[in-house]
């Protein structure tokens, strides 16, 4: 019988439903002792785990510290169904999440009821509009959506401190944080957004089939969070380390003129380079020159964003 007693199992009864040894053992007809026994094999201890039930404990976290559930699961040793259970139990997912900011009232699901009383649905900043245009730019997709719903726009990065500021910046526009498991070591953060005409309107760069950047003024806001997510700071190494930026955009294959207008910079400060790889793929990629690469700090901010202190000189 003692076999049947999994860690899983004698988790879940001993510290999830907070059972006491006895009715544990009760529950599986095997003596206390021996509960008692598998407890400590597994390194299964209530002191350690008591956590996540302290409410206080959850709120400085999760709310304060701005730590994932799944870093908040990692520091306790347990699964982040865990944590996100006891944060909606002592609801400590911030109510403003489901509050409407116009009748400020709570509901389940806030996109319904923006659906249904669109003046409802919150208008995004001028610099909200830019973030997600740079990161269209780069690392943020729009998808199709079954059932005529409306488009998502979404962007995936291994960088949470970024991510945690986006979330910041759109707060009720967008969902929580999601945790994928894309690589060994390695975690990717996921956010989505909540459905908005302006991401119907983004939509339209896929008109072609592909994505296209549509001919725009690139503010220095645009540029900035294009730049974390397709560019690159190339140190060198030897007496000479002034860097430069190099930026990818092989989506734009093609359309060297409409670059070089969008750019805020003068032709000598950069060239782009076009390449077709040996299995046919195109690729194109603007390489700042040395001088050309201070403008560009300039020009964009000399502050870096979060999480991507590396991409600035200078940066770690």
Same mark, same amino acid.
């Given at each position: 019988?003692?076999?049947?007693?999994?860690?899983?199992?004698?988790?879940? &009864?001993?510290? %999830?439903?907070? &059972?006491?040894?006895?009715?544990?053992?009760?529950?599986?007809?095997?003596?206390?002792?021996?509960?008692?026994?598998?407890?400590?094999? $597994?390194?299964?201890?209530?002191?350690?785990?008591? @956590?996540?039930?302290?409410?206080?404990?959850?709120?400085?976290? $999760?709310?304060?510290?701005?730590?994932t559930?799944?870093?908040?699961?990692?520091?306790?040793?347990?699964?982040p169904?865990?944590?996100?259970?006891?944060?909606?139990?002592?609801?400590?997912?911030?109510? %403003?999440?489901?509050?409407?900011?116009?009748? %400020?009232?709570?509901?389940?699901?806030?996109?319904?009821? +923006?659906?249904s009383?669109? *003046?409802?649905? !919150?208008? =995004?900043?001028?610099?909200?509009?830019?973030?997600?245009?740079?990161?269209?730019?780069?690392?943020?997709?729009? *998808?199709?959506?079954?059932?005529?719903?409306?488009n998502?726009?979404?962007? %995936?990065?291994?960088?949470?401190?970024?991510?945690? $500021?986006?979330?910041?910046?759109?707060?009720?526009?967008c969902?929580?944080?999601?945790e994928?498991?894309?690589e060994?070591n390695?975690?990717?953060?996921?956010?989505?957004?909540?459905?908005?005409?302006?991401?119907?309107?983004?939509?339209?760069?896929?008109?072609?089939?592909?994505?296209?950047?549509?001919?725009?003024?690139?503010?220095?806001t645009?540029? @900035?969070?294009?730049?974390?997510?397709?560019?690159?700071?190339?140190?060198?190494?030897?007496?000479?380390?002034r860097?430069?930026?190099k930026?990818?955009?092989?989506?734009? $294959?093609?359309?060297?003129?409409?670059?070089?207008?969008?750019? !805020?910079?003068?032709?000598?400060? =950069?060239?782009i380079?076009?390449?077709?790889?040996?299995?046919?793929?195109?690729?194109?990629?603007?390489?700042?020159?040395?001088?050309?690469?201070?403008?560009?700090?300039?020009?964009?901010?000399?502050? !870096?964003?979060?999480?991507?202190?590396? &991409? +600035?000189?200078?940066g770690?």
């Amino acid at each position: 019988m003692t076999e049947k007693i999994t860690k899983d199992w004698l988790f879940e &009864k001993y510290i %999830e439903e907070d &059972k006491t040894q006895a009715e544990v053992s009760e529950l599986i007809d095997l003596s206390r002792s021996t509960i008692s026994t598998k407890l400590q094999k $597994y390194n299964i201890d209530k002191k350690k785990y008591k @956590k996540y039930n302290d409410k206080q404990w959850l709120n400085q976290k $999760y709310n304060k510290e701005e730590l994932t559930q799944k870093e908040i699961a990692n520091i306790l040793g347990v699964n982040p169904s865990v944590i996100s259970k006891h944060l909606k139990k002592n609801g400590l997912i911030e109510r %403003e999440e489901n509050v409407c900011p116009e009748c %400020e009232n709570e509901y389940l699901n806030i996109s319904r009821h +923006w659906a249904s009383y669109e *003046s409802h649905r !919150p208008e =995004y900043t001028e610099k909200q509009k830019q973030v997600m245009i740079g990161l269209l730019m780069s690392d943020g997709w729009i *998808s199709d959506r079954a059932d005529g719903r409306k488009n998502r726009f979404q962007c %995936e990065m291994v960088t949470l401190e970024y991510i945690k $500021y986006l979330k910041r910046l759109f707060g009720i526009l967008c969902n929580n944080i999601t945790e994928i498991d894309k690589e060994k070591n390695q975690d990717v953060y996921r956010l989505s957004w909540k459905p908005h005409g302006f991401i119907d309107e983004l939509a339209n760069w896929y008109s072609s089939g592909r994505k296209v950047w549509p001919h725009m003024e690139l503010t220095p806001t645009i540029l @900035k969070n294009y730049y974390v997510g397709d560019g690159y700071l190339l140190e060198r190494g030897g007496n000479y380390t002034r860097p430069n930026v190099k930026l990818g955009m092989a989506n734009e $294959y093609g359309n060297e003129l409409k670059i070089k207008d969008m750019f !805020p910079f003068s032709n000598d400060d =950069y060239t782009i380079d076009k390449r077709v790889t040996s299995k046919g793929y195109t690729n194109m990629e603007i390489r700042f020159t040395v001088d050309g690469t201070e403008k560009f700090f300039e020009y964009i901010g000399e502050d !870096p964003l979060p999480g991507f202190e590396y &991409k +600035w000189p200078g940066g770690s």
